[in-house]
T-cell receptor, first 117, second 110 residues
Framework: NAGVMQNPRHLVRRRGQEARLRCSPM?????VYWYRQLPEEGLKFMVY????????ESGMPKERFSAEFPKEGPSILRIQQVVRGDSAAYFC???????????????FGEGSRLTVL | DQQVKQNSPSLSVQEGRISILNCDYT??????FLWYKKYPAEGPTFLIS?????DKNEDGRFTVFLNKSAKHLSLHIVPSQPGDSAVYFC?????????FGTGTSLTVIP
């Protein structure tokens, strides 16, 4: 399966713990996007990364959330000291070109569902 | 601020009839528009897109219409099939971001 791979698919954390969500983009894609879908809501942009660079993090909460896309390995979305409001589905997408040049689709993973108890 | 809006959370259509899903946007700088389809417990998958320089794009049973003066986008599915039952998201892009609507859940009744 050469698609966008996200893991874990389901993650349960207690309040105050840390959550790490991983995303491996499609082969040949060096641009990664993270979106969050809260219950009964649409997909909200969080962050756009290239290899080793954060291009746009305007959708990321200012505290507790961070993202990286290292030279080697998957992109990681990290949520520290989780709260119940962080419970959501987190989707990763990738593209082969920069976002401004994407005239087609983003390729999405199946999502990671975080539940905070 | 919701820059892309889908005001109908759900839609039911008989098999074989036309499904029309609507989307409105507020940012006149959007230059590309897309529709995604999402099944439960899966990620969204791309369906069809349209550039802001066009007003119609067709792909098989799916047609997207763009009315820039009204800042309105619609997706027509004809004929509708039970397998089309899913949540449909419209999206718009400018620069680095893709903005998504809240989705419309389509149910095609056999």
């Amino acid at each position: 399966n050469a698609g966008v791979m996200q893991n874990p698919r389901h993650l349960v954390r207690r309040r105050g713990q840390e959550a790490r969500l991983r995303c491996s983009p499609m082969k040949g894609h060096s641009h990664v996007y993270w979106y969050r879908q809260l219950p009964e809501e649409g997909l909200k942009f969080m962050v756009y990364l290239q290899k080793e660079n954060i291009i746009d993090e305007s959708g990321m909460p200012k505290e507790r959330f961070s993202a990286e896309f290292p030279k080697e390995g998957p992109s990681i979305l990290r949520i520290q000291q989780v709260v119940r409001g962080d419970s959501a589905a987190y989707f990763c997408a990738s593209s082969p070109r920069p976002a401004s040049q994407v005239t087609g689709e983003l390729f999405f993973g199946e999502g990671s569902r975080l539940t905070v108890l | 601020d919701q820059q892309v809006k889908q005001n109908s959370p759900s839609l039911s259509v008989q098999e074989g009839r036309i499904s029309i899903l609507n989307c409105d946007y507020t940012n006149s700088m959007f230059d590309y528009f897309l529709w995604y389809k999402k099944y439960p417990a899966e990620g969204p998958t791309f369906l069809i897109s349209i550039s802001s320089i066009k007003d119609k794009n067709e792909d098989g049973r799916f047609t997207v219409f763009l009315n820039k003066s009204a800042k309105h986008l619609s997706l027509h599915i004809v004929p509708s099939q039970p397998g089309d039952s899913a949540v449909y998201f419209c999206a718009a892009s400018t620069g680095n971001q893709f903005y998504f609507g809240t989705g419309t859940s389509l149910t095609v009744i056999p």
